[in-house]
């Protein structure tokens, strides 16, 4: 009697469980919150499409474009609208020979029956002025030795001499003043007098296209010590913001 209560329990238990995926057991395609599951997916991809805005062709559709249709459309043309797969293809075809028409160049479709690409032949390989065997069916290396020895009996020598002194008629050297200081940019050195210097100051400077010309204006005139055209109302010797360090570095001082 027990026996034939267990035998009834354990077939009523495995009436009850489900089906596991792969085990070889029948399965309904049933699945946890929904129905079958093929089914399941179908309506998620027409729920997809409806929200893009899309139609969602059937399983088996083929599509009704033909090769060449699509979108190879010649430059700055647009594809009627409303049209067929074919009627799009031969618009495509119609754009194409108009603009290879226009421009005077052929159009080439892809097809198996092209001719193969030609193979460009002759390779020029290196230059022959680097081909030492091409170098040497022309002259030997005895012959390049008797060259370079023409080629420097010809080199002409050029002692240095000493630079030319300047004339004083041309004016104040501002680097050779630069190189006589040693004090910096905006230290007084010098006593300046007068009202509203500041706004003389830029009114005169700006008759300049360079600082180097103010100096020179400005030494010619009375600088460093004085200062008439109201160059350097700081006192430092140095005219509308004239800077003597690069001349310093130039001889690393």
Not at 143 to 163: F, H, S
């Amino acid at each position: 009697m027990r026996l034939s209560l267990c035998v009834t329990a354990l077939a009523a238990v495995a009436a009850c469980s489900a089906p596991v995926p792969d085990s070889g057991v029948p399965n309904t395609g049933a699945g946890v919150g929904f129905g079958n599951y093929d089914q399941y997916l179908e309506q998620q991809r027409a729920r997809d499409a409806a929200l893009a805005g899309n139609a969602v062709p059937s399983a088996g559709a083929i599509s009704d474009e033909t090769p060449g249709s699509g979108t190879a459309y010649a430059a700055g043309s647009q594809p009627s609208t409303g049209s067929t797969g074919e009627e799009l293809a031969a618009e495509t075809r119609a754009r194409l020979a108009e603009t290879a028409a226009n421009s005077g160049e052929a159009i080439v479709h892809a097809s198996p029956s092209n001719p193969a690409p030609q193979t460009v032949a002759g390779d020029a390989g290196i230059s022959a002025e680097n081909d030492f065997n091409a170098v040497g069916n022309v002259r030997s290396i005895d012959d390049d030795a008797e060259l370079i020895a023409q080629n420097r009996a010809q080199y002409k020598v050029v002692q240095p001499t000493a630079l030319p002194q300047r004339s004083g008629s041309a004016g104040p050297n501002i680097v050779e003043y630069a190189l006589s200081t040693k004090h910096s940019v905006g230290t007084q050195i010098h006593s300046r007098v007068g009202i509203n210097k500041t706004a003389r100051f830029e009114r005169n400077c700006a008759k300049y296209a360079s600082p180097d010309l103010a100096q020179s204006d400005f030494l010619e005139n009375g600088g460093p010590s004085r200062d008439k055209l109201g160059l350097d109302p700081d006192g430092d010797g140095y005219a509308c913001a004239w800077d003597p360090r690069p001349f310093r570095a130039a001889v690393g001082g």
